[in-house]
């Protein structure tokens, strides 16, 4: 099973970094290249514990639809989402958050598999693992960006 690790500074208060990445519309903002949204269950604001959301998206030259339940938080330092529906085998995104001086750390762990047996193996290999982990620095980016620039406070009173 393939995972990612990626670890990020963001130079803003650990409540505001845990925040912006359970951002639905944050998301959204940093995912537009792929023309991400959220189109049933929790659609807008933060998302909890328990909540599902569906999610459509181009990846891959193909719209793709998958559904995500919010399975662990302990707010403000972990959550994890997990896929209950979608074109993975399975598909569990673990964030981190730990305060730091002058910021947070901020640590991404995407554990997934593919179906289609060797052929997924081997397309994990040589595209799949690096466009995933672009697509998580891409949303990661934004959350600095957010975060670091105070543009949060306006995204959590809408």
């Known amino acids: 099973m393939p995972v990612i690790h990626l670890t990020t500074f963001v130079a803003a208060p650990v409540d505001a970094v845990f925040d912006m990445s359970r951002h639905i519309g944050l998301?959204?903002?940093?995912?537009?290249?792929?023309?991400?949204?959220?189109?049933?269950?929790?659609?807008?604001?933060?998302?909890?514990?328990?909540?599902?959301?569906?999610w459509k998206a181009k990846h891959v030259f193909k719209i793709r639809y998958m559904t995500i339940k919010i399975t662990d938080m302990n707010a403000p330092h972990f959550f994890e989402d997990s896929m209950i529906n979608g074109d993975f085998k399975s598909f569990v995104h673990k964030h981190h958050f730990k305060a730091a001086n002058n910021g947070t750390i901020m640590i991404d762990e995407l554990f997934f598999e593919t179906p289609y047996g060797i052929v997924g193996n081997l397309f994990n290999q040589f595209y799949l693992t690096h466009y995933l982990k672009t697509v998580l620095e891409k949303r990661n980016s934004f959350i600095c960006k957010y975060a670091e620039t105070g543009k949060w406070k306006a995204l959590l009173t809408r």
């Open 27 to 54: 998301h959204k903002i940093s995912q537009q290249d792929y023309s991400q949204e959220a189109i049933s269950g929790t659609t807008s604001g933060l998302i909890n514990k328990g909540d599902v959301v569906k």
